[in-house]
């Protein structure tokens, strides 16, 4: 018997789906992120942040744009592929009713 607050685990289905979402998306994110600072600034992002050769703004800004661009890119496709994954689910329960009406 499960309590009105209780919140329901998602399905295995969906918690390899949205781990494979999530990486592919974050690969692809990164690897356009690093592009596009290449094309901006003209040097390429920095290999190791942590190092003093690499100048405080250029690490700053570079872990902005990579963390900011990234999560947004998982967020939207993480939310999409969820709609998407929902949509497909309710194939079978709207044909079931179909078939008992």
Same mark, same amino acid.
């Given at each position: 018997?499960?309590?009105?607050?209780?919140?329901?685990?998602?399905?295995?289905?969906? #918690?390899?789906?949205?781990?494979?979402?999530?990486?592919?998306?974050?690969? %692809?994110? #990164?690897?356009? !992120?690093?592009?596009?600072?290449?094309?901006?600034?003209?040097?390429?992002?920095?290999?190791?942040?942590?190092?003093?050769?690499?100048?405080?703004? =250029?690490? !700053? %800004?570079?872990?902005?744009?990579?963390?900011?661009?990234?999560?947004?890119?998982? !967020?939207?496709?993480? #939310?999409?592929?969820?709609? #998407?994954?929902?949509?497909?689910?309710? !194939?079978? =329960?709207?044909?079931?009713?179909?078939?008992?009406?």
């Amino acid at each position: 018997m499960a309590k009105s607050d209780e919140v329901e685990k998602p399905d295995m289905a969906w #918690r390899l789906i949205g781990a494979v979402v999530a990486l592919g998306v974050g690969y %692809g994110a #990164r690897k356009a !992120i690093e592009y596009g600072w290449q094309k901006t600034t003209g040097k390429k992002p920095p290999a190791d942040p942590n190092s003093l050769e690499t100048g405080l703004a =250029e690490a !700053i %800004g570079f872990a902005v744009v990579l963390g900011v661009g990234m999560e947004v890119a998982r !967020i939207v496709a993480t #939310r999409t592929a969820h709609k #998407r994954y929902k949509a497909w689910k309710a !194939i079978p =329960e709207k044909a079931e009713r179909l078939v008992k009406a």
